[in-house]
């Protein structure tokens, strides 16, 4: 819905492997999901609010009216590949890592950019 946020950061949006998923909040009230997780690379010109030292960029995106929810596993780290695929009227995504057999998937409407921030990861 608000892709602009994003190419304002970024020149080339790469796709969404390997990304370290930090939560998946369900809503009831609108049938919602929230993911939130942090982008593979960080942009080459970021905003000049953000603090030189910053690193990483998190993100949390808002699935709108969502339909046929299934979720299989959890750990306290989780690297995921997230697709989301066009299938007609409505949008597919999957949130999936075999080798630690998690997959979450679902049908939504639409979907919207809720938030974009930036921190210093550290090499802990």
């Given amino acids: 819905m608000n892709p602009q946020s994003l190419e ?9 492997e390997s990304v370290n998923l930090f939560s998946v909040d369900l809503i009831r009230e609108g049938s919602i999901i929230q993911i939130k997780f942090d982008l593979p690379h960080f942009p080459e010109c ?10 990483t960029v998190q993100i949390k995106l808002a699935f709108l009216s969502i ?5 299989k596993g959890w750990q306290s780290n989780m690297i995921v590949n997230i697709s989301i695929e066009k299938r007609e009227d409505l949008i597919k995504v ?26 210093q990861k550290g090499d802990c």
């Fill in 8 to 16: 304002n950061l970024y020149e080339q949006i790469s796709d969404l």
């Fill in 46 to 55: 970021p905003p000049k609010k953000w603090h030189e030292d910053f690193n």
């Fill in 67 to 71: 339909s046929d929810f299934k979720a």
């Fill in 94 to 119: 999957i949130l999936s890592n075999p080798t630690i057999d998690l997959s979450f998937s679902f049908l939504c409407e639409n979907f919207r950019i809720d938030n974009i921030s930036a921190y």
